[in-house]
């Protein structure tokens, strides 16, 4: 039986009703649901809206309710949404007691706290994820914080840094990333039952005391724009987009990395594909994907923001749609953020390959430009000059390491320890400003990361 059936004479079409129905994708909520209503209903019964004795009689049907759909004993199905199964199997349970059960409350009101319970648990999650993902990248960068590499600008090569630089940077992204998850909790852990539909209720209710079951740390103000919000959705969702991103250009960078003209690492077969033609193929599948499913979630944000931009207050059915992308979202985070995770800590560091790489593309310049200021060289002027050089370099097959005095000579006022300034370890050792990726930058980086998940 449809909870509103009483305004309506006539049956809803039955294409009508399974366009309007939510209970495919809602029913996921149903514990929430539970939970809320648990908490409603002893409300209801202390603050004397209904008697103590059928609000108890009620609220161990729920939990009998919510242990058999738990144990598989109770199929969820044959109902518009997951509020209307609850009620209408509460009520086949314990009879016309069980329809006191919503008094003082509204659907739109409790969509919103089951949303808000279950996204509230959907950010933990992330967030714990997104934790692991940073220790794996810590735990990573300390064993190679003397593992040198050239760091890139444009996709080519720039100066020489380490490994440990290069993963601390994303270390920092995914470290936003939490704090953006846990600015999103703080938003979603407000409770917003006792809103009713659009103007609260008549009814003598303590909003606090349910709040206070629930693990909420405050209530809305205004019960209005408490139906008719879902910015801590859109919170959630603008969250995961960003990691994404992040997690993306990592992939990329991976894919790139894997590629045989790089050779900087290899993928675990684990997380390796093989062609179905080509017996030599082994692809970064894992890391495609990552970048692929980052659209997922882009969408379920553009989504919302669509949605959202021109309903009028208070509660409108298109809100309906915010379920969908938003499980879809948190399930694609979960899976990425876990089987990027994961890939990291198995994957092969071509440590060689990485110092052999910072040799190439004249990494050293900027040192050796550096070096003839420090002799009183106008920088401007020292930039020109080592430009000049890398192009005598270019015309001669040579590098800047395999250059003899003497040539340095024909270009300015070098000596023999240029070669230890343009040495990429010596370079590396000298940037110790914080941030920087001398070894001990780095070290104090980590632990500074370290110490800061502690508060995430």
Same mark, same amino acid.
Not at 349 to 355: A, H, P, S
């Given at each position: 039986?449809?909870?509103?059936?009483?305004?309506?004479?006539?049956?809803?079409?039955?294409?009508?009703? *399974?366009? #309007?129905?939510?209970?495919?994708? =809602?029913? +996921? /909520? %149903?514990?929430? !649901?539970?939970?809320?209503? $648990?908490?409603?209903?002893?409300?209801?019964?202390?603050?004397?809206?209904?008697?103590?004795?059928?609000?108890?009689?009620?609220?161990?049907?729920?939990?009998?309710?919510?242990?058999?759909?738990?144990?598989?004993?109770?199929?969820?199905?044959?109902?518009?949404?997951?509020?209307?199964?609850?009620?209408?199997?509460?009520?086949?349970?314990?009879?016309?007691?069980?329809?006191?059960?919503?008094?003082?409350? *509204?659907? #739109?009101?409790?969509?919103?706290? =089951?949303? +808000? /319970? %279950?996204?509230? !648990?959907?950010?933990?999650? $992330?967030?714990?994820?997104?934790?692991?993902?940073?220790?794996?990248?810590?735990?990573?960068?300390?064993?190679?914080?003397?593992?040198?590499?050239?760091?890139?600008?444009?996709?080519?090569?720039?100066?020489?840094?380490?490994?440990?630089?290069?993963?601390?940077?994303?270390?920092?992204?995914?470290?936003?990333?939490?704090?953006?998850?846990?600015?999103?909790?703080?938003?979603?852990?407000?409770?917003?039952?006792?809103?009713?539909?659009?103007?609260?209720?008549?009814?003598?209710?303590?909003?606090?005391?349910?709040?206070?079951?629930?693990?909420?740390?405050?209530?809305?103000?205004?019960?209005?724009?408490?139906?008719?919000?879902?910015?801590?959705?859109?919170?959630?969702?603008?969250?995961?987009?960003?990691?994404?991103?992040?997690?993306?250009?990592?992939?990329?960078?991976?894919?790139?990395?894997?590629?045989?003209?790089?050779?900087?690492?290899?993928?675990?077969?684990?997380?390796?594909?093989?062609?179905?033609?080509?017996?030599?193929?082994?692809?970064?599948?894992?890391?495609?994907?990552?970048?692929?499913?980052?659209?997922?979630?882009?969408?379920?944000?553009?989504?919302?923001?669509?949605?959202?931009?021109?309903?009028?207050?208070?509660?409108?059915?298109?809100?309906?749609?915010?379920?969908?992308?938003?499980?879809?979202?948190?399930?694609?985070?979960?899976?990425?953020?876990?089987?990027?995770?994961?890939?990291?800590?198995?994957?092969?560091?071509?440590?060689?390959?990485?110092?052999?790489?910072?040799?190439?593309?004249?990494?050293?310049?900027?040192?050796?430009?550096?070096?003839?200021?420090?002799?009183?060289?106008?920088?401007?002027?020292?930039?020109?000059?080592?430009?000049?050089?890398?192009?005598?370099?270019?015309?001669?097959?040579?590098?800047?390491?395999?250059?003899?005095?003497?040539?340095?000579?024909?270009?300015?006022?070098?000596?023999?320890?240029?070669?230890?300034?343009?040495?990429?370890?010596?370079?590396?050792?000298?940037?110790?400003?914080?941030?920087?990726?001398?070894?001990?930058?780095?070290?104090?980086?980590?632990?500074?990361?370290?110490?800061?998940?502690?508060?995430?």
């Amino acid at each position: 039986m449809k909870l509103w059936s009483g305004r309506f004479e006539s049956e809803t079409d039955k294409a009508a009703d *399974s366009f #309007n129905s939510s209970l495919a994708f =809602d029913k +996921r /909520l %149903y514990r929430y !649901d539970i939970e809320g209503s $648990i908490a409603h209903c002893n409300m209801l019964g202390k603050c004397g809206i209904i008697p103590e004795a059928e609000a108890k009689l009620i609220v161990d049907a729920l939990e009998i309710i919510r242990k058999d759909i738990d144990d598989g004993k109770l199929e969820i199905k044959d109902a518009e949404d997951i509020h209307s199964f609850v009620e209408n199997e509460l009520v086949s349970r314990i009879g016309a007691v069980g329809k006191k059960l919503h008094t003082g409350r *509204s659907r #739109n009101d409790q969509v919103c706290l =089951d949303t +808000r /319970l %279950y996204l509230r !648990d959907a950010s933990k999650d $992330i967030i714990s994820l997104i934790k692991a993902l940073i220790l794996r990248l810590t735990d990573i960068s300390e064993r190679n914080t003397e593992t040198v590499m050239p760091a890139f600008t444009h996709l080519q090569k720039a100066q020489p840094t380490t490994l440990a630089h290069h993963f601390m940077a994303y270390a920092e992204m995914f470290s936003r990333d939490a704090e953006r998850f846990a600015q999103a909790k703080n938003r979603i852990d407000v409770m917003p039952l006792g809103s009713g539909a659009c103007t609260s209720t008549a009814y003598p209710i303590d909003r606090k005391a349910v709040a206070d079951y629930l693990g909420f740390h405050a209530v809305t103000a205004n019960s209005m724009d408490a139906v008719g919000d879902r910015d801590f959705v859109i919170d959630f969702l603008s969250a995961g987009a960003i990691t994404m991103m992040h997690l993306s250009r990592f992939s990329e960078e991976i894919i790139i990395w894997s590629s045989d003209e790089y050779k900087y690492v290899e993928l675990s077969d684990k997380f390796s594909t093989g062609s179905s033609i080509m017996p030599q193929k082994k692809n970064p599948d894992m890391n495609e994907l990552l970048r692929g499913k980052t659209g997922r979630v882009y969408g379920a944000l553009m989504n919302m923001l669509t949605v959202m931009k021109g309903i009028p207050l208070a509660y409108d059915k298109d809100m309906q749609e915010d379920k969908e992308c938003v499980f879809d979202a948190y399930d694609t985070l979960k899976a990425c953020l876990g089987i990027f995770t994961a890939l990291l800590g198995d994957m092969t560091i071509n440590k060689d390959k990485l110092r052999k790489s910072t040799d190439g593309g004249f990494t050293s310049a900027t040192e050796c430009a550096d070096w003839l200021a420090a002799k009183g060289v106008p920088f401007r002027d020292a930039h020109s000059v080592i430009g000049q050089l890398v192009v005598y370099c270019i015309k001669n097959g040579k590098t800047l390491q395999t250059l003899s005095l003497d040539e340095y000579k024909k270009f300015g006022p070098f000596d023999e320890s240029i070669f230890d300034a343009i040495k990429p370890e010596n370079a590396i050792a000298r940037r110790t400003a914080t941030g920087g990726p001398s070894p001990s930058a780095i070290k104090a980086e980590i632990s500074a990361m370290r110490k800061k998940l502690d508060t995430v």
